[in-house]
């Protein structure tokens, strides 16, 4: 079943200066239950389409869109932010409490609900801390943890890990493939980090310098479950990295050589 | 270094010094007489005075005035400071038109407004609680502001994504943001309130510290004036010591910062 289809998408965004398109012609779609990683140049829109697709775009009148994109099946999303994107003001448990607490759910369920998704991401005994006493990593998973507890059906993920030191990415990332396997939730995460795209990947989409469009898509088949260290050890991952990386470096060499 | 020593080394200076400003103004022997106790007055006269205001005066009652005076002058310009602020924050058609005058109003120093306001609103309570509210209407004001424009954008965001009503949003980010940019202020926020209710007292009044100095002063009572600035620092810092208390509580979620 398609969660996800975007349909020959296009965005603009409109400032005094003109017009910049952001998105072009981008067609593709997400399966349930896949985890779809996504990578490009810096600047290449893909903050953009994750945006797109969780509906942030409409709100805006400085964006132009033509083109389609379809969640099915969706009743709400989760959203994972680069910057961890918490209530400072509150505990740990009340922020991952908070999709429940806005659906109505009451504050006993919520509560316990919660306990269990932070127990899901390894913060057990956290709970009543507040954000700033935790490490960045730690509130990365809070903030997963958030994105999890009102059971979206979709989740989005916008280089959640990308401000993480590279030892912490490595435990991070065998976790959200730990939590895509229990949850099989549709998952779409965009890095700039070819490996991770890989590794989390069940397809890797590869995107072209701004205007974004999907070059060209690849399909992971590396044995599951898997884990960070097996999959960069796997003859296939140097095979695939090998391919994505010829993909975008002529991406970026381009981009570079338009704009010296 | 322990606390202690600290404590011992802080009163010897203080008993030290207020040695010699005894023994300077005459009061120890005459012939270390250096100053002319009119002016210099003495720590032994000013506790003579201190006695007097408490124990023969009443001073409670002017301190119980000003404090009044402030407080209300502090509620009513919490109150108002917050609605314009979400007013200018959520309008940009208001706040466009506003800007450059509420600019221009806050630019006026305050006490040049007392004469004014003692015309509009007369000798009583009122103008001075104007006066306070004058001052930390703006404060509040521009810290609501503030406080909205500070929010995360992608806070904002996860709070759609989530399909939270606008008024949801206002409950669980806006508010609480405000509220926290509000008592990060409050310390602030209580001494000018302060301030506006004595200048208010300083231009005309019956009763009130401001008050009590103003008739001191015409009645060449140095020894009160002294008496009554200490009392008015002692109620300051009272004062700002409670609003310090309610930040640190309502702040508890804030990294620890050192002033």
């Known amino acids: 079943m ?23 012609n981008v067609s593709f779609k997400v399966y349930d239950g896949e985890f779809v990683t996504m990578v490009g140049p810096s600047g ?54 908070l999709g429940l607490e806005v659906k109505g759910v009451s504050r006993e369920k919520r509560m316990s609900t919660a306990l269990g998704f932070l127990r899901m991401v390894g913060l057990e005994g956290y709970e009543g801390r507040y954000p700033h006493e935790l490490s960045a990593g730690m509130r990365q998973r809070v903030a997963l943890a958030r994105a999890l507890a009102y059971d979206p059906e979709l989740i989005l993920m916008d280089e959640p890990l990308g401000s993480l030191d590279a030892q912490t990415r490595t435990i991070l990332q065998d976790e959200l493939l730990t939590i895509h396997k229990r949850t099989r939730k549709t998952m779409v995460m965009v890095t700039h980090d070819i490996a991770e795209a890989i590794i989390l990947g069940d397809r ?13 898509e690849y399909k992971v088949e590396l044995p599951k479950p898997r884990s960070a260290l097996n999959s960069r050890l796997d003859p296939e991952f140097n095979r695939l990295y090998r391919l994505i990386w010829d993909g975008l470096k002529e991406e970026i060499q381009a981009e570079q050589l338009s704009h010296p | 270094m322990s ?5 011992v080394r802080r009163l010897m200076f203080l008993v030290v ?27 032994s006269r000013i506790a003579r005075e201190l006695y007097v205001l408490f124990f023969q005066e009443n001073i409670f009652k002017d301190i119980l005035v000003t404090l009044g005076e402030a407080f209300f002058g502090l509620a009513i310009g919490m109150v108002s400071g917050v609605v314009l602020g979400l007013l200018f924050a959520y309008s940009r058609l208001v706040s466009s038109t506003l800007e450059p005058f509420m600019y221009a109003l806050n630019s006026i120093p305050r006490p040049a407004l007392a004469p004014l306001v003692i015309f509009w609103f007369g000798i009583g309570i009122f103008s001075k609680i104007f006066l306070a509210w004058s001052i930390v209407f703006f404060v509040i004001f521009y810290n609501t502001y503030l406080g909205i424009k500070s929010i995360d954008p992608d806070v904002l965001n996860v709070m759609k994504v989530m399909n939270a009503s606008r008024l949801q949003t206002m409950r669980i980010v806006i508010l609480p943001s405000v509220a926290s940019w509000i008592f990060a202020g409050l310390r602030l926020s ?21 008050y009590q100095l103003i008739y001191a002063e015409g009645l060449l009572m140095s020894d009160r004036l002294y008496a009554l600035v200490l009392v008015v620092g002692f109620v300051g810092a009272t004062v700002v010591e409670m609003a310090k208390r309610i930040e640190n509580k309502f702040l508890r979620w804030r990294p620890e910062v050192s002033l």
């Open chain 1, 2 to 24: 398609e969660r996800v289809s975007v349909e020959d998408l296009n965005v603009s965004y409109i400032s005094s200066t003109g017009k910049i398109d952001a998105l072009q």
């Open chain 2, 3 to 7: 606390a202690w020593t600290v404590h």
């Open chain 2, 190 to 210: 209580v001494s000018y309130a302060l301030i506006g209710a004595i200048i208010g007292e300083f231009v005309g009044a019956t009763a009130g510290i401001g």
């Open chain 1, 44 to 97: 290449c829109g893909k903050t953009t389409l994750l945006n797109a697709i969780a509906g942030l775009l409409s709100f805006r009148k400085d964006v132009l869109i033509k083109g389609t994109t379809i969640v099915q099946n969706v009743r709400s999303i989760g959203y994972v932010f680069q910057r961890d994107a918490l209530l400072p003001w509150r505990t740990v448990i009340e922020n991952v409490a």
């Open chain 2, 17 to 43: 010094l207020l040695f010699f400003w005894e023994a300077l103004a005459g009061g120890v022997h005459p012939s270390l007489s250096l100053f002319d106790p009119f002016y210099s007055s003495s720590p």
């Open chain 1, 204 to 216: 890797v989409l590869v995107m072209s310098s701004r205007p974004g469009r999907i070059k060209s």
